[in-house]
């Protein structure tokens, strides 16, 4: 195993979070978030004038809303578990220099590595915090390391079929089970993500089936035991498919009573599993007469970051 140099880096790197539970907070990041042709991909002449006379308007206060009913005392559950897995990252790679960042919000990710190099950094290595590739994220935090200077930057795509991050996430879900008991099905819930993406060549669905798959192997699931689905669509256009929301109403409508929901394409708990998933849909599954169980994400896990410094060692050997 090589050593890194002392002036080698690695960059956690999130999506983000508002700096507060307020409309003001909410429609700051959302105007970065929504800004991103990456994750919009209209021109600005068109999508401008709807996003900042509509859709910031009407969705900061509700959306302000959602994050207040899951805000922790020290802040965004996105912020406060990704601080703790780099920290507890870090922990386990004492000859490196272990930041975090965030695409949107802070700290900015253009920002983190100038200050890097600032530093005297010269190598950074980037693992931005999504088990599966997609254009609207990885590609993104691509795009900002693109125009770094000054600096080495080498970027880990995906670890959706890691061994070591595949045995955390399974590990999690036994544990659940050993506490709790087990359900009679396990739904695997990932973000959405436009249909037309993945029609265009986007890996993104195939690397969430495979890392569904390759988790439920370790589990040594039946095939009829577990399925996948996707959450969190915005907008009117066509989305990946079956929506969490409707795959729940189809194992209600077939008398499934009880079901543990696990979201594997998130690094840390966050808006879209703790508001959606373990409030929202806990609730909408309810009034169908069923009871549904979240399994937290892997967080700071000792196996998450176990599995995380193993990723970048091996990634720093191989370059």
Not at 68 to 83: C, E, F, K, M, Y
């Amino acid at each position: 195993m090589r050593m890194p140099a002392p002036d080698t880096a690695l960059l956690l790197v999130n999506l983000g979070t508002p700096a507060a539970p307020t409309p003001r907070a909410v429609r700051r990041y959302l105007a970065e978030f929504l800004s991103d042709p990456r994750v919009v991909a209209l021109p600005r002449l068109l999508w401008w004038p709807v996003l900042y006379g509509v859709i910031l308007p009407l969705r900061g206060a509700r959306v302000a809303r959602k994050y207040a009913q899951i805000w922790l005392r020290d802040g965004s559950p996105l912020a406060v578990h990704t601080r703790a897995l780099a920290d507890a990252v870090r922990e386990r790679l004492p000859r490196w220099r272990v930041e975090h960042a965030m695409r949107y919000g802070e700290p900015a990710l253009a920002a983190r590595l100038q200050a890097l190099r600032e530093d005297g950094v010269r190598r950074v290595l980037v693992l931005p915090l999504y088990p599966q590739y997609s254009s609207s994220t990885t590609a993104s935090v691509a795009d900002v390391v693109a125009r770094a200077e000054g600096l080495q930057v080498e970027l880990i795509h995906d670890y959706h079929r890691d061994p070591a991050w595949v045995a955390a996430v399974a590990a999690s879900i036994r544990a659940h089970w050993q506490q709790a008991g087990r359900c009679a099905h396990l739904l695997f819930s990932f973000h959405g993500l436009p249909q037309r993406l993945v029609d265009a060549g986007d890996p993104y669905a195939a690397q969430c089936e495979a890392g569904a798959q390759a988790i439920a192997a370790a589990l040594g699931l039946e095939r009829d035991a577990w399925s996948l689905a996707y959450q969190s669509r915005f907008g009117r256009e066509r989305w990946l498919g079956p929506s969490t929301a409707d795959r729940l109403d189809a194992l209600a409508a077939a008398g499934v009573r009880r079901v543990d929901v696990v979201c594997p394409g998130f690094a840390v708990d966050c808006l879209e599993t703790l508001e959606e998933v373990a409030m929202m849909l806990v609730e909408r599954f309810a009034e169908r007469g069923g009871e549904l169980r979240y399994i937290p994400c892997l967080n700071a896990a000792p196996a998450h970051a176990d599995a995380l410094a193993a990723l970048a060692t091996r990634a720093l050997d191989a370059a």
